[in-house]
């Protein structure tokens, strides 16, 4: 168990470290913390590359990463945990010098079953929010009292800096759905918050966690969503608790698509909800920086790295490769590997073997941007937890090392073959969003990637803390700390992001 948190002392020496990177304050919480921080939604253990990336993120002065326990259904808080100890016991950080976060709030996986079972029992969660099959939410106070525990025991620390509500308004969203008054359910919503933060404040009492927060969706949402958190209904809550409350971090979705954190006018004195951030001196973490949801559709707001679209026979062909070399592996290396049982080989060619799935929906991703998604979230994630599973394998078999040598250049090739049946649109796409930057600010304009741009916005956008990025690739880093290295001073851009707004209306007409 690492003992110990985040202090003001620890974090300004870390900056100071690496004064060429961007700092800011995290509010009022005394710490300061890289003005990019690493995002863990998709990261998880036993990932090589995931590792790697957090160790060259906190290696290079990135010193802020967010999490939560329903990421990888805990794999990811035991990823950062792995990645800390090793750190840590070698001397290349200190304790506290890393501000880490986590949310509670959600039960999936693992903590979906336990409520089961709590069902069973008769011993329920009490606010259970039964949204959907396989996806319940809480945030009562016994609720949280255990998940920070089992945060704390997957993360291998003594404390948290930083514990959010994890997207709470899952019972605005349930409220509506079941026909329950607005009024009443945002009553019971303020009621809700207000108890959980008073046991939030028991926790820090206990030494358990620094601060705490909310993470939500729709911080940034129109006043008359019925979804909607009000940040300042969530401050008077907080407030009443007392002049002492630990309330100090927010977190919300901000992007070059998505800007209503600046430009949604829902507090009640008509104000947003960054403006009233701003006021009360709290820690505004921004996810989802890259990730744009606009209507229906999902935009990828990085450079599109595609060929030139290949000839269907070229890219059938490619698929077919893959297809042999993943027999190759199932039927011909793995039954020759003893520590591989026949219940594991299956095992292996169900999560590493997808070229039957590509064969049958290679033209049925529709856009570039789902089809990434799908790559990036589902194929690429299964391939590699197969190689990590067999690389100690391959150093006494040297028909496996080969194999898992040839496979990742067939594998590379047939993604790239299916990613060029979009690439048109895609590049097409990205220079619209180019040059809608450029002309939306002179700092933005400022040469750099897609991601660097999207990133830079936000970073030199007045209020912002930090801005939370997957960088579950050391090559995401490096592009990340591209940006950090050549910082854009914070003002009020609100004429750009309008600028923004508007030219993103006509982003997909033709």
């Known amino acids: 168990m690492i003992s110990g948190h985040a202090t003001p002392e620890g974090t300004q020496i870390r900056a100071g470290q690496f004064a ?146 994890h997207n709470p308004e899952y019972y605005l969203g349930w409220a509506h759905k079941n026909g329950i008054d607005p009024d009443r359910a945002r009553r019971e919503y303020g009621r809700r918050i207000d108890r959980a933060f008073r046991h939030l404040e028991r926790e820090v009492h206990r030494g358990r966690i620094r601060f705490y927060g909310i993470s939500s969706n729709t911080f940034p949402a129109p006043g008359d969503d019925p979804e909607f958190t009000a940040l300042d209904r969530v401050w008077e809550t907080a407030a009443g608790i007392g002049g002492g409350h630990h309330f100090r971090i927010v977190q919300l979705p901000f992007n070059l698509l998505e800007a209503g954190a600046v430009l949604e006018k829902n507090q009640q004195d008509h104000r947003s909800v960054l403006e009233m951030a701003i006021e009360k001196r709290l820690g505004v973490m921004v996810n989802r920086p890259l990730n744009a949801f606009t209507g229906r559709r999902m935009v990828r707001l990085a450079s599109v790295d595609v060929r030139a679209r290949m000839d269907y026979k070229e890219i059938i062909q490619c698929i077919k490769d893959l297809a042999l070399s993943e027999t190759r592996l199932w039927r011909r290396i793995l039954p020759g590997l003893a520590s591989v049982p026949p219940g594991l080989r299956a095992r292996i060619k169900q999560q590493g073997c997808f070229a039957e799935t590509l064969k049958h929906n290679w033209r049925s991703f529709g856009a570039y941007e789902r089809w990434r998604e799908a790559r990036d979230g589902i194929f690429l994630p299964r391939i590699q937890g197969v190689m990590d599973f067999l690389l100690p394998l391959a150093d006494n078999q040297p028909d496996l090392a080969d194999w898992m040598t040839s496979h990742e250049k067939i594998l590379d090739r047939a993604l790239r073959a299916v990613a060029s049946i979009y690439a048109d649109d895609a590049v097409a796409l990205e220079k619209k969003i180019l040059n809608m930057i450029g002309t939306a600010d002179a700092a933005w304009a400022r040469p750099g990637t897609l991601s660097q741009r999207a990133i830079r916005a936000l970073l030199s956008t007045a209020g912002v803390s930090t801005v939370l990025v997957g960088m579950r690739r050391p090559a995401y880093v490096a592009d990340v700390l591209a940006e950090l290295g050549n910082p854009t001073g914070q003002i009020d851009r609100n004429a750009a992001w309008e600028h923004l707004r508007q030219g993103a209306e006509g982003l997909f007409t033709t």
């Open 20 to 165: 060429g990177l961007a700092f800011n304050p995290l509010g009022e919480t005394g710490l300061r913390v890289s003005a990019a921080g690493f995002g863990c939604y998709r990261v998880n253990a036993g990932v090589t590359a995931h590792a790697e990336a957090l160790e060259k993120a906190l290696t290079s002065g990135i010193n802020i990463i967010d999490t939560s326990a329903n990421y990888a259904d805990g794999g990811s808080e035991r990823l950062i945990g792995s990645v800390l100890a090793d750190l840590i016991d070698a001397g290349r950080i200190a304790r506290q010098q890393v501000v880490v976060v986590s949310k509670g709030g959600y039960l999936q996986g693992q903590n979906y079953v336990m409520s089961q079972q709590r069902k069973q029992d008769g011993n329920p969660f009490e606010d259970l929010v039964e949204y959907a099959d396989g996806l319940e939410h809480c945030i009562h106070p016994d609720f949280l009292d255990d998940q920070i525990g089992r945060t704390l025991d997957r993360l291998g620390l003594g404390t948290l800096d930083g514990y959010l509500l």
